[in-house]
């Protein structure tokens, strides 16, 4: 993959905001949200965070792949994992194939090597992989299960990029089985009513919510702006686990 013939489209900066305008104020934003992250459980690294949104066209994959970069950058090895596996997205952010990826682990074989190395030291890649018939039964199997801890044991952080939730269950099926949660609105695009009925899908399975990232469009300048909202509430998780 050679990433520095990515760095424009025809309507002007990559995606990829972390690699190719470093110095952004979008840039930053991902680089605050890291740090958020980093102090969501002091006592316990985030080993796995799934990124998902209420609906389509809000921007999780994008969010996504930033923060994987943002996170790259400061030296952590970090894995990007696409579990879309209805409407992939990050193979095309990265310019790779697409040929194998989770669906290979979740079909073939859990201990199979199918990460993709980019040009962004520490950060890899596990495509989607070929589009199955069965995704959320795929991501239920105990093949996921073991995927979800080979893959902590060879990274620092994992970044999972999910279908939106109000659209399947996927996102709902893998929240609980990962440390937390990033949800992605867009303004103007994401209703109230969907966003509270995403945190409420997130919170009847369990899933640990640790952010809210609100994206915003502009198209004047050929890319996105991003701004967020961080939200996490430890009091809700512990009446949570006092009550179960």
Known sequence: MDLARQDKSNNGFSDLIMYYDPRSPISEAFRTLRTNLEFVSPGAQ??????????????????????????????KQVILVDADMRKPTQHKLFSLPNRAGLTTLLVKD??????????????????????????????????????IDSLADNADIVIYDSPPMAVVTDAIILGPRLDGTLVVVRLGVTSREAAKRARGLLKTSRSRVLGVVVNEVTHRHGYGNYYYYYYYDKSEDESDSDSG
Do not use: C, F, H, W
Not at 46 to 75: R, W
Not at 124 to 129: K, M
């Open 110 to 147: 859990a201990e199979q090597d199918v990460r993709q190395e980019t040009q962004i030291p520490g950060l890899s890649i596990i495509t989607s992989g070929p589009i199955p018939p069965n995704p959320s039964e795929l991501l239920t199997s105990a093949s996921m299960d073991t995927v």
């Open 46 to 75: 985030l080993k796995s965070v799934l990124v998902s949104s209420p609906g389509p066209e809000e921007g999780k994959s994008t969010v996504a792949a930033n923060l994987a970069i943002s996170l790259a950058q400061t030296g």
